[in-house]
Every structure is written in structure tokens, then in C-alpha cells.
């Protein structure tokens, strides 16, 4: 028995339409997108987010330093302003008046200039001249080449020259020269550690020493002490 033996020849034709062409590109860079602005408010609100911390840290430091500056001090604690010898004032030909709790006058300085020495609260006095009035009435005048004084003027060193003249008990004149004299004016004593001499009428009396109370009239003279008495008349 034979086989039949079938030929199919099929031959199809497909018609396809022409696809769009897609370029392509290998390793080529991609540009960046374009970074979107931000508004100046919100920058600004970003440094000082990002600074805020060192700010406060600044604010405290600042805040501590106007603490212990205007911290109160301790009692009794005070600044100290550095004095110097030099005078922070001086007055020329002046007149100084000092008056008791009754309103009278009870110093009255005069002298050619006057200086006042801070770190010491003292004063020097060129050419003083001094008077002093007692609660009696009695008047006590004083001068010098040179004085130095407390800043009140209650206490008086005169130098060079000095010389003291008031009214003893009995109202007589009495004279204390020296070149050196301490003057306390307030309660009215006059001392001296160098020598002088006391002239009263015409007794003369030289002592190395001097202590005088003008309120009491007593003199107290140490050291060698010389005297010239007057004579008195021989009564017959």
C-alpha cells in the first residue's frame, strides 16, 4: 500500500506599518533639576535657627558679667582711689573762717597760698597768720614761716619762726616763740618738743620743752630751764 504524500506551501505576506524611531543614548549627563527658590523669610528664620544656641550662650556670659559688676558689696568693703602727695587744690592769698556752735567766730586763717593734699587730708599754708578766740574772749595770735594743718584746721604745726601771742591769767601779754610750735586750736593748748622762749612783761624764760593750756593760763616748761627776772624796787 502507498502513501500519499501532501505539499502544502503556505506563503503568507504581513503587512506591518513603520514603528516611530527612539533615539538613543548611552552615558550621556543628565541635567539637574533646577532647585526651587526659597523666600529671603525662610532663610533667614534657618540661620537663626542654626545660630540660636550661640546667641544664648553670648546673652549669658554678658548677663553674668552685669551681675558681679553691679553685685552690692560686702559691708565695709569700699573701693580705694589711689591718692598721690600732689595737692587737688590750692589757694592763693586766702582767708579760712571757722565758727562755733554759737555762731562766732572762733579761727580765722590767713596766707600768702594754701595747699590741700589728699592722700593725708592735710594742708599747707605758706606765710600763715592765725587768730583764735577763746570762750572768754581772750584772743590768741599765731604765725609762721610755714604751717601744716589737719584738713579742718583744728590742729596747726607752725615752722620757722614761730610765734604764739595771747593774754596770761592776769590779762598780761605773753609771748611763746620757738621754731617749732603745736597749735591745737579747738582746745586752745600750745606744745612744743624743741627749745623756747617765753616772754611775759619783761621776764624771759628759755626751757627746752613747752605745754601751755590757754583755758587754764598754766605753762609747763622742761628741760634746762634759764630765766631773767627783772628786779623789783627795794621798797624803804
Known amino acids: 500500500m502507498r502513501r500519499a504524500l501532501w505539499r502544502v506551501d503556505l506563503s503568507i505576506d504581513l503587512d506591518l506599518p513603520d514603528l516611530p524611531e527612539v533615539p538613543i543614548s548611552l552615558g550621556a549627563a543628565r541635567r539637574p533639576a533646577a532647585r526651587p527658590q526659597v523666600p529671603w523669610q525662610d532663610r533667614a528664620q534657618e540661620r537663626l535657627v542654626a545660630y540660636l544656641p550661640l546667641l544664648l550662650m553670648a546673652l549669658m556670659a554678658l548677663s553674668t558679667w552685669w551681675l558681679v559688676k553691679n553685685a552690692p558689696r560686702a559691708p565695709g568693703v569700699t573701693?580705694?582711689?589711689?591718692?598721690?602727695?600732689?595737692?587737688?587744690?590750692?589757694m592763693q592769698r586766702f582767708s579760712l573762717d571757722r565758727f562755733g556752735a554759737d555762731g562766732h567766730l572762733r579761727v580765722r586763717i590767713d596766707g600768702a597760698e594754701l595747699r590741700h593734699l589728699p592722700a593725708s587730708d592735710r594742708i599747707e599754708i605758706d606765710q600763715p597768720r592765725l587768730r583764735a578766740v577763746a570762750a572768754d574772749g581772750r584772743v590768741m595770735l599765731a604765725q609762721a614761716r610755714r604751717a601744716i594743718g589737719n584738713g579742718d584746721a583744728s590742729e596747726v604745726q607752725l615752722l620757722g619762726d614761730a610765734q604764739v601771742t595771747t593774754e596770761d591769767s592776769h590779762g598780761d601779754p605773753l609771748v611763746l616763740r620757738g621754731e617749732f610750735l603745736h597749735a591745737f586750736l579747738v582746745v586752745e593748748r600750745v606744745s612744743s618738743n624743741l627749745p623756747v622762749q617765753v616772754i611775759s612783761g619783761a621776764a624771759r624764760i628759755g626751757a627746752a620743752t613747752l605745754a601751755y593750756d590757754h583755758a587754764t593760763g598754766r605753762i609747763d616748761l622742761g628741760g634746762p630751764v634759764r630765766a631773767q627776772m627783772p628786779a623789783r624796787a627795794v621798797k624803804r
Open 79 to 90: 573701693a580705694v582711689k589711689a591718692l598721690t602727695d600732689d595737692p587737688d587744690y590750692v
